[in-house]
């Protein structure tokens, strides 16, 4: 069955996976974490058949991700390679470069790539981030190509285990939509995320386990169009 005609060439990469994986998302965050590793799995859009593979590994202000999507007559693979580093206080930068490739069986095998960059401030309880994907506008033939996405979040800590977030996102020159999120944390090893997504008025959720430096996590997430995805991870970070 040939699903993916209904979704545009890398449409699952143009955004953060998951409620849970926006810092993931933005260049400029890498140098938070000492060292982090997460493999994740997951069903997008309700059909079994398509399934996605993720395996994120940061070491200071490095990151590599490797991502596959689809099944045996289409696939979309992604290796991306992230470095960001503190430009002046409160405010770090960072850059992001991926190898696409798509195929279809016996039809395609495109190789092409991508550029994205990435700001972060912070000064307690706010930060403000903003990152472009796509820069380049990957192309791959006359018909098939990766539009820029953008996003601008603010988040707000309203106390040490409640953090809200508010993001605009956008699509080339569409009009933006927008994120808002709350996570609360209410013991030191649960996160509990609730989401809106307002393209269309649809919820996202996740929940997070730590357990010393080890993490599993759960997100549920709305397509606009095709239904909800189910991804699950499970990490180490220092």
């Avoid at 040939?2 to 998302?25: G, K, R």
Wanted: charged share 10%.
């Amino acid at each position: 069955m040939f699903v993916f005609c209904l979704v545009a060439v890398f449409e699952s990469s143009l955004f953060p996976q998951s409620i849970l994986s926006e810092h993931q998302f933005n260049p400029a965050a890498l140098y938070q974490q000492q060292f982090g590793i997460i493999a994740s799995t997951g069903v997008n859009f309700g059909l079994s058949e398509l399934k996605t593979y993720s395996l994120y590994s940061q070491i200071k202000s490095y990151s590599i991700c490797i991502t596959t999507f689809g099944n045996e007559l289409y696939r979309e693979n992604i290796i991306g390679l992230g470095f960001g580093f503190p430009f002046i206080k409160h405010f770090a930068v960072g850059f992001n470069i991926s190898m696409l490739n798509y195929s279809i069986k016996d039809h395609y095998n495109h190789f092409g790539f991508s550029l994205k960059f990435g700001a972060l401030f912070q000064h307690t309880p706010f930060d403000l981030g903003v990152w472009i994907n796509n820069i380049n506008v990957p192309k791959f033939s006359d018909i098939d190509y990766i539009p820029a996405s953008y996003s601008i979040q603010c988040g707000f800590r309203a106390a040490d285990n409640v953090l809200f977030n508010f993001i605009i996102r956008g699509i080339e020159t569409d009009l933006p939509f927008f994120n808002i999120a709350a996570h609360y944390y209410p013991y030191n090893i649960f996160e509990l995320a609730l989401g809106v997504n307002t393209d269309p008025l649809l919820l996202e959720y996740g929940l997070k386990i730590h357990l010393g430096d080890l993490c599993l996590g759960y997100a549920g997430t709305h397509h606009r169009q095709l239904g909800l995805s189910h991804r699950l991870s499970a990490g180490f970070g220092l």
